[in-house]
């Protein structure tokens, strides 16, 4: 079956974006990130250079064994240049929240930086 590498980002490309953080920011390798969702180094190369994707299984064991919800793994995976520049102050008032991460807007020349008081975005209901 030949690979259409010029069709519209789909989950291929998020499954790509995922194992890139994964290798970036948790410093994982493809053979713990396989470890991980239980399939080999190939399958995981695959996913990321875009030819395969991983199904909401795979997903779901990540979200076990990172401690996250997958929403929020998603949402840290994207690129955030990708976004639409309307919906990117909304984006980055939500990351910042959940990652507790410094913001930094620029004003003018001059970069602004702020820190974020981390907190859980959780809100637990009781009876």
């Known amino acids: 079956m ?5 069709k519209p980002e789909g989950t291929e490309y998020f499954s790509r974006d995922v194992v890139r953080l994964l290798k970036d920011q948790y410093g ?3 053979k713990k990130i396989g470890e991980a969702i239980n399939c080999g180094e190939s399958f995981v190369s ?3 250079s875009g030819h395969r994707s991983f199904t909401l299984d795979h997903l ?3 979200e076990k064994k990172l401690g996250e919800p997958v929403a929020i793994l998603l949402l840290k995976s994207i690129d955030p240049k990708k976004i639409d520049k309307q919906l ?3 984006y980055n008032r939500f990351m910042s929240r959940v ?3 410094t913001v930094v807007k620029a004003r003018g020349k001059r970069k602004v ?15």
């Open 88 to 90: 990117r102050p909304l």
């Open 2 to 6: 030949k690979t259409n590498l010029n």
């Open 46 to 48: 695959m996913v990321g």
């Open 113 to 127: 930086v702020r820190k974020i008081k981390r907190h859980n975005p959780v809100a637990h209901v009781t009876a």
């Open 60 to 62: 779901t064991m990540l």
């Open 28 to 30: 994982w390798t493809l």
């Open 99 to 101: 990652t507790g991460k």
